[in-house]
């Protein structure tokens, strides 16, 4: 995405300030605007970008200016006072002194350095690293804002499933019992319905602590409380990767993922340093000029003196030893760039596995939440008849609490299947450095 777009979309922030945001723009709108990982990381790209024109300035002019005065004081008797290397006329002698104003002005332009170039060359590619991982940072924003969102969507699919597990369990409980009292059930019986209702309530009490704290996931990216959040539409498309071939996917996130771009700058700008230090042992010329003025004036004779000089020159300075410094940089260097190589080749195989795995998973994905809500909807009419059966005794305890169990497990492996597939298609994206601002839109457009 680009900078003028993620400035129009913190521009529409405002809009989520005056009320709970629901839907899932509203939310990344505000963690645009206050996500401190963000925030931190366009201060570190703005910080890296003074890096070109601090090198720059090495072979640019360098101007500078001085003005001085300064006055030496004497006392003599008739005759003279040296003041200094000056001989003055006093007259009849007393205390005299001789002001001397000093200005300059100074210029020197580097001619040839190629220490200076490489070390520019070096900046330019750091720069260019920073801003890729910049913009693998507005991208993992995406997926962090999403992720939190579907969780807390997925967590509040389990607090509801255990809530009505464990109201169905009570339900149970109170049938038997009250069967228990016409002698129409056993004492065991209601035992078993009130340990599977203790059983659930727990579990519901604990799916409850889960989603309230995916809300406060939510809130730790934006800074904001959370309102009311949307539902997942169901059934969800289920849309594999486009284009169908594992082999693109695997180049794409090979050449671009933000990661590997960063990477692959990184060790440009560790060769360049490498040029940079070998370059220290080279010769260096350079071209001055100064003007400076020196009026001085007395106090016993009414003359005034001033001298003028204008210098200018070449400088050629060529190293001879430094104790050894330039060979151990040139040394660290090197080390500095194997190391980029080396992060670079383990980012790459990191992202080429995610790629691959997101793939896959996306391809096996359909069947998994075909099947995962097929479960579902067989769970729910298994407890109907289940419930049903009870009542006229042609079931017995023990499946009846089976298959309410069993309907609130089929229920959140649904809820999780469906929002990782979801999660796998922007995953697959971001592994290819593609995830964009129309992707959370596209999401955000099953929401209900």
């Known amino acids: 995405m680009g900078l003028k777009q993620l400035a129009w979309i913190m521009g529409l922030s405002w809009l989520s300030l005056t009320a709970h945001a629901e839907d899932l723009l509203d939310i990344c709108r505000q963690a645009i605007s206050h996500d401190p990982q963000l925030a931190l990381a366009g201060a570190t790209r703005r910080y890296t970008a003074e890096a070109v024109p601090l090198a720059r300035s090495a072979l640019l002019p360098q101007i500078s200016g001085s003005y001085g005065i300064s006055q030496d004081r004497a006392t003599s008797s008739a005759g003279t006072v040296i003041s200094g290397s000056t001989v003055i006329n006093t007259g009849n002698g007393g205390v005299g002194h001789q002001r001397t104003l000093s200005a300059g002005v100074s210029a020197s332009q580097s001619l040839l350095n190629l220490q200076d170039i490489a070390s520019l060359w070096s900046a330019h590619a750091s720069v260019n690293a920073q801003n890729a991982l910049y913009q693998g940072s507005v991208q993992d924003l995406y997926i962090r804002v999403a992720q939190a969102y579907l969780k807390a969507i997925q967590y509040r699919s389990y607090d509801q499933a255990y809530q009505a597990y464990a109201e169905i369990s009570q339900q149970v409980w109170q049938q038997v019992a009250a069967r228990n009292a016409h002698g129409l059930a056993s004492k065991i019986d209601v035992n078993q319905a009130m340990t599977s209702y203790g059983l659930a309530r727990t579990e519901a009490v604990d799916y409850h602590n889960q989603y309230n704290d995916a809300l406060e996931a939510l809130r730790q990216i934006t800074g904001n409380p959370v309102g009311r959040l949307l539902q997942l539409a169901d059934p969800i498309p289920l849309q594999t990767a486009v284009p169908a071939s594992e082999d693109y996917w695997i180049e ?12 692959q700058f990184k060790l440009d700008a560790a060769l360049r340093a490498i040029l940079a230090a070998r370059a220290a042992h080279l010769p260096t010329l350079s071209a001055t000029i100064s003007y400076n003025k020196n009026p001085t004036w007395t106090q016993f004779e009414s003359r005034h003196s001033r001298t003028t000089d204008t210098a200018i020159g070449l400088t050629l300075s060529v190293p001879i030893f430094s104790g050894g410094a330039m060979h151990a940089q040139v040394r660290q260097a090197i080390a500095s ?11 790459r195989r990191q992202v080429v596995r995610d790629a691959r795995n ?8 359909v069947e998994q939440v075909r ?3 097929d479960s579902a909807i067989a769970a729910a009419a298994a407890v109907k008849s289940a419930r049903a059966g009870l009542l006229v005794a042609a079931t017995d305890m023990t499946t009846v609490l089976y298959t309410i169990e069993y309907q609130a497990e089929a229920n959140t492996e649904y809820a999780y299947a469906r929002n990782q597939f979801l999660m796998n298609q922007l995953l697959l994206k971001q592994a290819a450095g593609d995830v964009t601002w129309q992707d959370l839109e596209a999401l955000n457009r099953l929401l209900r």
């Open 252 to 263: 794409r996130a090979s050449s671009n993922n933000p990661t590997v771009v960063a990477d």
């Open 337 to 347: 760039r194997d190391q980029g190589a080396d992060q670079l080749e383990i980012d």
């Open 358 to 365: 997101y793939y896959r998973s996306l391809a096996a994905g």
């Open 371 to 373: 099947m995962a809500r």
